[in-house]
């Protein structure tokens, strides 16, 4: 009887530890919106030649941080102008960077020559 006991305990005893150190950051909302005062992070894929998603939204007056993801099969980086914000990512890496705009309407575009010109741009809106 010992056997079974200490059998059904174990799983028992594992399934408590693993929820109780369960991952993430508590906020629920993907790592895009940092409800913690923390800033704002937004994730975004760059490839041959678009970004997924093509329009992003950010709060006006607050710290952003661009997570590129570059699933291409060559360099791309995410840049806004007026952010003096330009993020070069290898093929297949991650990069990052962060900025504060104020509210408007923002055109970000990979800057590698050519890139842009064959649509690899997009909105990103601030309010």
């Known amino acids: ?61 607050t710290e952003v941080t661009v ?3 570059n699933t291409g099969t060559i360099e791309h980086d995410f840049s806004i102008d007026e952010a003096n914000l330009a993020i070069l990512v290898p093929a297949t890496e991650t990069g990052s960077g962060s900025f504060t705009l104020p509210a408007g309407t923002y055109t970000f575009y990979c800057a590698v020559p050519g890139h842009r010109e064959s649509g690899m741009e997009g909105t990103l809106t601030v309010s």
Do not use: H, N, Y
């Open 1 to 61: 009887m010992k056997r079974w006991a200490w059998l059904v305990a174990l799983p028992v005893a594992l399934a408590l530890t693993l929820a109780a150190c369960g991952g993430g950051d508590g906020d629920g909302d993907g790592g895009d919106g940092g409800g913690d005062g923390g800033g704002t992070t937004l994730s975004v894929q760059g490839k041959e030649f678009e970004f997924i998603p093509d329009t992003l939204s950010a709060p006006a007056d």
């Open 67 to 69: 997570e590129l993801e």
